[in-house]
């Protein structure tokens, strides 16, 4: 028997919405003190879509150092699918990543959108390496319209694990 590794790449987003008077910080002393699910609108895995495995192939032999720094919204409705290299349809452009961080094979990913930034119906979310165009790493599909707006903010918040498993 040729005992071969294999890996499986999982993402899973939140979908906070919050006072118009908060900020990043604001969210982070809520989640020291487990707070901040008070305020949460939607979770749910995501689908990592076929050119973040590209990206992620790029990435690992050298050939591109373009991260995921990019967090991106839209009014789309369709669900995502392998082949998606974009949202459906983006709202504004993307906001650069508030905070990116690792623990053990989890990334992390808070995009904290202010009152100003890409107001809108937002139906669908996804990760990408620039704001617009460029490589989509995965897209998620909301459960139900989000509305953000001037009133309010907002933060999606990504985790992206990388597991071994033997075959």
Not at 49 to 54: H, P
Not at 70 to 94: F, L
Request: hydrophobic share 35%; net charge neutral.
């Amino acid at each position: 028997m040729n005992p071969q590794a294999k890996f499986a790449l999982k993402g899973n987003v939140e979908l906070y919405e919050l006072p118009s008077h908060y900020t990043y910080q604001d969210y982070l002393a809520l989640k020291k003190n487990n707070e901040h699910i008070k305020f949460l609108k939607d979770k749910g895995d995501n689908l990592v879509v076929d050119a973040g495995l590209a990206q992620i192939v790029d990435l690992m032999i050298g050939t591109d150092t373009s991260s995921f720094t990019h967090c991106r919204v839209g009014s789309g409705t369709n669900t995502p699918a392998a082949g998606n290299t974009d949202m459906q349809t983006i709202i504004g452009s993307g906001v650069t990543v508030t905070n990116r961080y690792r623990s053990g094979s989890v990334a992390y990913y808070d995009t904290f959108f202010p009152t100003s930034s890409n107001n809108g119906s937002w139906e669908e979310t996804g990760i990408a390496n620039a704001s617009t165009g460029s490589d989509l790493l995965c897209r998620r599909k909301f459960s139900s319209t989000f509305t953000k707006t001037s009133s309010n903010t907002a933060l999606v918040a990504w985790s992206i694990t990388l597991s071994a498993t033997a075959d």
